[in-house]
């Protein structure tokens, strides 16, 4: 007979219906943990999905500050072009063209200038180019003189820009270039850049940049690995920015005795009537016939001071005739020193120059009474042996300028930096030379990113943000 089935009342009813609440329990189970998973699963997409969001939107402020600082950067350039146009020959001043922190839209930009006897604060300031040493034009002891440089280093300098292929003693021509591993051949013309040093025998990071590896002008705590090592030699001059911010490869040879330039009267020249009629405005008429009559039997002259000497002329009369003179013209002639503006260690490169003249020149120059108008100060300084034998390489005026702008957005978020050269012999002035240091890192007090970037506003910035080093 079949089994009886199990119906309510019969002991296998409890059972199954056990058997199907479990079953159903084990399904919400399931359920449950699979919705977990698939929420656990949809909360992590979400939070990828904000980082990614959060990261594009970081990007695209970056972007947008890069954009910014770029921005700023021209505007910096454009701020420099209108501050050394029409100086005719002088040099912007700090107090007449500010650098520090200077707002330009949303941003700020500061111009350095590394070269300062300083070195406990952050210089800034626009440069003149004629305050440094012309590596194309400059005799072999000046370069020697630099501040740490070798004797290998200044003789290869000089065969690399001479046009001939003989040997200076240490120097070096084609004969060391073309075995290198990466051979080459020595230049034998002009360099076109500083940085062009980098092929030459016997260059060094440490005599092209010291210690000073970002530019700045100050040791940073991240460059002060040679602790001991001193700032100043004896002479007073720093030892620890290297060459880079004393030479030069665009200063220009404008006035002050050049031994050329256009429109200045040749003293050289069997008394042409433009000098004679120069001597007229500036000679008494009693004094006047004995000047003529000297400069006629001294001739010729080495330079400006040698004319002022031997003419037998007052430093009144000097000083009004020294920027319209010359002594001739020629290919060779070396690009001027500003005298009025080059640092100590340019000024001990001139021949016959010591520590104690230098630093006579530099109190001179300083004082408020002085007519910087000309070199002829320099002959009330130095002694006339000295005065003359420096005078062919000095200058009153100068007409290129350089500029190592720092350009920041108000977002803190990016910067740039670059070093600009500036013609300004014509106005508009005209930018002829441009590097980006961008890659040098940022060179002043992080504070500033860091304030810009907790929103503090530029004008806070630009009040409590100013020579601070950390």
Request: charged share 20%.
């Amino acid at each position: 007979m079949r089994a009886a089935r199990a119906g309510p009342g019969r002991p296998g009813a409890p059972l199954c219906r056990g058997r199907r609440a479990a079953g159903r329990h084990r399904a919400r189970g399931t359920v449950l943990i699979v919705t977990m998973w698939i929420l656990l699963v949809l909360a992590g997409l979400v939070l990828v999905l904000a980082r990614m969001v959060r990261v594009e939107g970081d990007r695209a402020a970056n972007h947008v500050a890069a954009v910014q600082a770029v921005a700023v950067e021209q505007g910096a350039i454009q701020y420099v072009l209108a501050s050394v146009d029409g100086l005719e020959g002088d040099v912007p001043t700090e107090a007449d063209t500010p650098c520090e922190a200077v707002q330009v839209g949303d941003g700020l930009f500061w111009i350095l200038r590394p070269a300062s006897s300083d070195e406990s604060t952050y210089p800034y300031g626009i440069t003149d180019e004629a305050s440094k040493v012309d590596l194309n034009t400059a005799t072999p002891d000046m370069i020697a003189r630099l501040p740490g440089m070798t004797t290998e280093f200044a003789a290869s300098i000089v065969d690399w820009r001479d046009a001939d292929s003989n040997v200076t003693p240490s120097g070096a021509e084609n004969e060391y270039y073309l075995l290198l591993a990466d051979p080459y051949e020595c230049k034998n013309s002009p360099l076109e850049t500083v940085g062009e040093l980098f092929l030459v025998r016997g260059v060094t990071r440490e005599i092209m940049f010291g210690r000073d590896t970002n530019r700045n002008g100050v040791v940073d705590l991240g460059e002060s690995a040679a602790s001991a090592t001193r700032s100043f030699s004896s002479s007073g001059s720093r030892v620890d920015l290297g060459i880079i911010n004393y030479v030069t490869v665009f200063s220009s040879a404008a006035g002050g005795g050049t031994s050329g330039g256009a429109g200045l009267v040749n003293v050289n020249e069997p008394l042409p009537v433009a000098l004679v009629g120069l001597l007229q405005s500036v000679v008494s008429a009693d004094r006047l016939p004995g000047v003529l009559d000297r400069v006629r039997r001294e001739r010729p002259f080495s330079n400006a001071m040698d004319f002022y000497y031997r003419a037998g002329l007052t430093m009144d009369e000097f000083q009004k005739v020294a920027n319209r003179i010359t002594t001739g013209s020629g290919p060779n002639q070396a690009s001027l020193i500003n005298v009025n503006t080059a640092p100590k260690e340019v000024l001990l490169c001139l021949p016959g120059l010591e520590d104690g003249d230098v630093s006579a020149l530099i109190s001179k120059r300083a004082g408020a009474e002085v007519d910087r108008t000309s070199v002829a100060w320099v002959a009330d300084v130095l002694p006339r042996e000295k005065a003359v034998a420096v005078g062919g390489y000095l200058t009153a005026q100068t007409s290129r300028f350089s500029a190592d702008i720092v350009s920041i957005p108000a977002s803190g978020r990016a910067f740039k930096r670059c070093w600009v050269v500036i013609d300004a012999s014509a106005s508009p002035p005209k930018v002829v030379y441009r590097q980006n240091l961008t890659h040098l890192g940022w060179p002043l007090s992080r504070d500033i990113m860091t304030r810009l970037r907790a929103g503090l506003p530029l004008e806070r910035t630009t009040q409590t943000l100013g020579r601070t080093i950390g």
